[in-house]
């Protein structure tokens, strides 16, 4: 009889802590199936591959998550962390991190363990700072660092080789080190919303560069030699108090959108009559004159000009 | 039948042989189980005594009986406090937050409401009639908030470690806001509660073994209390951490060590947990606040950091050094309201402040827009009104000049001296400007002879009755929040524009409001160390109170509301404070007992 009181505490505290003897019932693809929780991913923790706890109102993640080494997928978006276990970084299979929608002041150093890793999402949180160990993510494409609390970004950045893209809207940048040149694999790189008064010439090797988002900054000048970056199809400097455009705007040959409003340009480069291949041409909010804008439309039929 | 019994073997096997496997994977102490049953009782009874509440309140009862289930429902909480807070902060934020409005950085108009104790105890202990709808409401949140701490809680891992851990830190968190009412503003039940959270603690200690010390020492600080619970203002808090408290945290650091339970590893935290005690020299780790990567121990980037402190050619017209502003002698002041502005011939905006001590802060400025030393320095260096300093400039002039590159050389490798690296030395330089061994530490270190009678009143006072510590936090006596100092609390006092008191005017200056633009920091200002103060005068962030009786004065009076300002959301209690003439006094000596200006001095580079 006591023996058997004891079993049946055996037994329920098994259940919880989720044995496989017990609770596995049909079997799981684990190739497929986003486990919601640690435990529950701990019965596959050998196999299970994607995990999800979105809006799970989790406050801690248990050091435990460093057992499920076959982790490609993490979703921890929306819940209330304010720090990862330091185990997180034995996931060294992880290739997709979405932590978006927490109160991350800081990352873990041990994320430099997540080799595999080509898309991290850390958008709304609370970091103003980058562990030295993610700078070492040599796959990593896609870095979603807006709205936290940048108002500087470690020089290393230049070293993440392979970066896609870089979205750091809605920070409080001052400055951008001159490093961020050496990004040349970077297509879009978003910079809205900060308070930068200058941004690097060197920004003019990053020759993979598409689209370049700098609405709401102080910017008073485009780097002069903005030219250099062929593969541009897209500007954005809404809200900054440029004056002028740099001439070297006439050698993107792939540019289709600039958009200016709010600025305090009086005068727009010559070359920019030349520009037949633009699509967009935002003007809204300078003080050009009247008569300047009617002749570009003239010189650009083809290019939707909004004054 | 068989079958069945077979079945029933073969269960019993695998589950001592699953059990085995998990007891070897994860082995779990007798303490760790007894914490987890200890933790889920309190954890019910918090919840029901709540639910109680509610009861209550639906079937009409009145204010007093509240006020009678409001605290017991809080000597639940003080239980587990320890442990909601280590493990679950956000629930601890909605059962014993702070009664402020925040935001979310991106939804800055929308007000996220505050809920908890600290809200419903404005209601309950309202002046005016009890206000039913709001106390059901408030209420209903706080049942709502203890409903997730046990939930959440069950999946809590206790261990040995963070048992310990989590206990210590609410020993700091006992004696920076337990006993200064931090918590309990209106009530005014700190020192009962005290007590309900000591006594918890004693419990738990109680289940590690060889633990006489500690519940020894536990005992005593208990019997110090109980005699003394009755007298918020009167109690002797110096007393009551520096002979009790402190040598308690020295005890179970000596127990860790002792019993080979390793400290808890937390790289991301101010305090680590492998110290003796709060006021322990060195007990706050500077890398805490510094950007990763930041040299922290290098002789020859803090030299070279001094030297271009001093630099003049760091600002436009060469005429304008740090230390222009920042004066080594004055404490790293002026000693002026405000300086002169490089431009238009105006006065800067704000004081300037002390840079002893700055590093230990989580966020610098005074309307806190910055968080790293690196990034202050190009703030300053590039702002116009300022230094208005140009890098490319700064670069070459200092390139050209063969002594300064002799000290560059020593520090960094490259061939002239970068944007990046002015920044580094010369925040590595304001890294060695610590200031932590005035007599109020070496108080707290034991030096029972290092604070004068005066200034211990003056510490009680400040901890106590004139509420100066609910604000001003300890060790730092900044609004770094502890336990764990990562998050600066910015006041609304409505500081005047000047020290009239016959004509005052508030000062416009909108603060925080201006960073973020969140309507709840509208006159917001960073709460500035109290350190130094003795040597820092004029205070405030325009330099508007000439002297310490000035600022002692202003906040006697119940800050701008008690000097007739119309400013709804202060957050400076309102009410005078009633201070005598000679608790005044003892304030001001306190105040000169945080004096260490010569500390930095020592440090050789």
């Known amino acids: ?24 019932e049909g079997k799981i693809d684990c190739a497929a199936h986003v486990f919601k929780t640690i435990p529950e991913a701990l019965e596959y923790k050998d196999c299970a591959t994607k995990l999800s706890m979105r809006v799970a109102k989790i406050e801690r993640v248990s050091e435990q998550i460093g057992n499920l080494k076959a ?84 020089s290393r950045i ?80 809404t809200n900054n108090k440029l004056t002028q455009l740099p001439e070297s705007i006439s050698a993107l040959k792939e540019l289709e959108s600039i958009y200016l409003s709010y600025n305090q340009i009086g005068k727009l480069p010559a070359a920019l009559y030349k520009m037949s291949h633009l699509r967009n041409l935002v003007l809204v909010g300078n003080p050009i004159p009247a008569a300047e804008v009617k002749a570009l439309k003239q010189a650009l039929p083809n290019t939707n000009i909004v004054f | ?26 082995k779990k102490s007798e303490i760790e189980t007894q914490v987890k049953r200890y933790y889920d009782l309190n954890v019910d009874s918090l919840n029901s005594s709540v639910q109680q509440m509610q009861q209550h309140l639906a079937t009409g009862a009145g204010q007093a009986s ?43 108009e929308e007000p996220i409401l505050p809920t908890g104790f600290q809200v419903l105890e404005e209601v309950v202990y309202s002046e005016e009639p009890l206000d039913r709808q709001a106390a059901k409401m408030e209420t209903d949140g706080l049942a709502f908030a203890c409903n997730r701490a046990k939930v959440l809680g069950a999946n809590i891992e206790f261990t040995e470690t963070n048992i310990l851990d989590a206990l210590k830190l609410n020993l700091y968190r006992l004696i920076t806001k337990g006993i200064s009412g931090f918590d309990a503003p209106v009530a005014l039940n700190s020192l009962p509660e005290a007590i309900a959270s000591l006594e918890a603690t004693q419990k738990l200690f109680n289940y590690f073994p060889q633990s006489g010390e500690l519940l020894k020492i536990t005992t005593a600080a208990l019997q110090y209390l109980q005699e003394h619970q009755g007298d918020f203002d009167g109690f002797d808090r110096a007393t009551f951490i520096a002979d009790y ?54 002789k020859e980037l803090a030299a070279l950091g001094k030297i271009l ?73 590039a702002n116009p009104e300022e230094m208005g300093g140009k890098f490319e400039q700064i670069q070459s002039l200092l390139a050209k000049d063969k002594a300064f590159m002799k000290s560059y050389k020593a520090a960094f490798s490259g061939k002239k001296p970068g944007a990046d690296e002015v920044k580094k030395a010369l925040a590595a330089y304001v890294r060695t400007l610590s200031g932590f061994n005035s007599s109020f530490d070496r108080f707290m270190q034991g030096d029972k002879t290092a604070m004068t009678a005066e200034q211990l009143n003056g510490f009680n006072l400040f901890m106590g009755k004139a509420k100066c510590g609910t604000c001003h936090f300890m060790p730092t006596f900044t609004g770094a929040a502890p336990p764990y100092y990562e998050k600066m609390e910015s006041e609304v006092l409505g500081v005047p524009q000047s020290n009239d ?105």
Not at chain 1, 14 to 22: E, H, I, N, P, R
Not at chain 1, 175 to 191: R, S
Not at chain 2, 554 to 572: A, I, K, M, V, W
């Open chain 1, 1 to 24: 009889m006591k023996l058997n009181i004891k079993m049946s505490v055996v037994i329920a505290f098994l259940l919880t802590k989720g044995y496989s003897a017990f609770t596995q």
């Open chain 1, 71 to 154: 982790i490609t997928y993490l979703d921890l978006k929306s819940n209330s962390l304010r720090e990862l276990p330091a185990s997180i970084g034995a996931l060294s299979k992880l290739e997709q991190v979405i932590i978006s929608e927490n109160h991350l002041k800081s990352l873990p150093e041990t994320i430099e363990g997540w080799q595999s890793v080509r898309f991290m999402q850390l958008d709304n949180n609370s970091l103003s700072d980058l562990p030295l160990g993610l700078f070492k993510l040599k796959k990593l494409n896609t870095l979603d660092l807006s709205w936290n609390n940048f108002a500087s970004l470690n």
């Open chain 1, 158 to 237: 230049g070293s993440l080789g392979q970066l896609k893209i870089l979205d750091l809207n809605h920070n409080s940048l001052l400055v951008l080190p001159k490093e961020i040149g050496k990004l040349k694999a970077l297509q879009e790189m978003d910079l809205s919303f900060n308070k930068l008064k200058a941004i690097p010439d060197e920004v003019i090797r990053m020759s993979s560069l598409k689209r370049l988002a700098l609405a709401n900054n102080e910017l008073e000048q485009l780097p002069r030699n903005i030219g250099k970056l062929k593969k541009l199809k897209s500007i954005i400097v």
């Open chain 2, 1 to 26: 039948m068989k079958h069945q019994l077979k079945t029933k073997v073969l269960l019993f096997t695998s589950a001592v042989v699953a059990l085995a496997a998990g007891m070897s994977a994860n």
């Open chain 2, 66 to 108: 509240l006020q009678e289930d409001f605290k017991k429902a809080r000597v639940y909480y003080k239980r587990i406090e320890a442990f909601v807070e280590y493990h679950l902060p956000e629930s601890a934020l909605k059962i014993n937050g702070p009664n402020l409005v925040e935001s979310e950085p991106s939804l800055p």
């Open chain 2, 245 to 298: 408290i402190n040598p308690l945290c020295v005890l179970v650091y000596d127990y860790q060590l002792a019993h080979k339970i390793p400290f808890a590893q937390a790289p991301n935290r101010a305090i680590p947990a492998n110290i003796p005690h709060l006021f322990s020299p060195g007990a706050i780790d500077l890398s805490f606040y510094a950007p990763a990567g930041a040299e922290l121990n290098s």
């Open chain 2, 309 to 381: 402190f001093e630099d003049k050619r760091l600002s436009v017209a060469n005429n304008r050094s740090c230390a222009t502003c920042h004066i080594p002698s004055k404490a790293f002041t002026d000693g002026l309201a405000l300086n002169e502005s490089l431009v238009g011939g105006k006065k800067l905006m704000r004081n300037t402040p002390s840079l002893i001590n700055a590093a230990y802060q989580p966020v610098q400025f005074s309307d806190s827009r910055i968080t790293f030393l690196e990034d202050q320095v190009h703030a300053v260096i």
């Open chain 2, 501 to 605: 008191t016959i004509n005052p005017k508030m000062d416009l200056d909108s603060g925080k409001y201006h960073v973020y633009g969140m309507p709840h920091h509208l006159y917001s200002f960073k709460t500035a160390t109290v350190r130094n103060a003795a040597v820092t005068a004029p205070y405030m962030h325009n330099g508007s109170l000439k002297t310490l009786r000035e600022l002692i004065d202003f906040y006697n009076r119940g800050g701008g509301q008690g000097l007739g300002f119309e400013l709804e959301h202060q957050t400076l209690p309102g009410d005078p404070l009633l201070l005598t003439e000679q608790e005044k006094k003892n304030i001001e000596a306190f105040i000169g007992a945080l004096t260490d200006t010569v500390s930095y001095k020592k440090i050789q580079f």
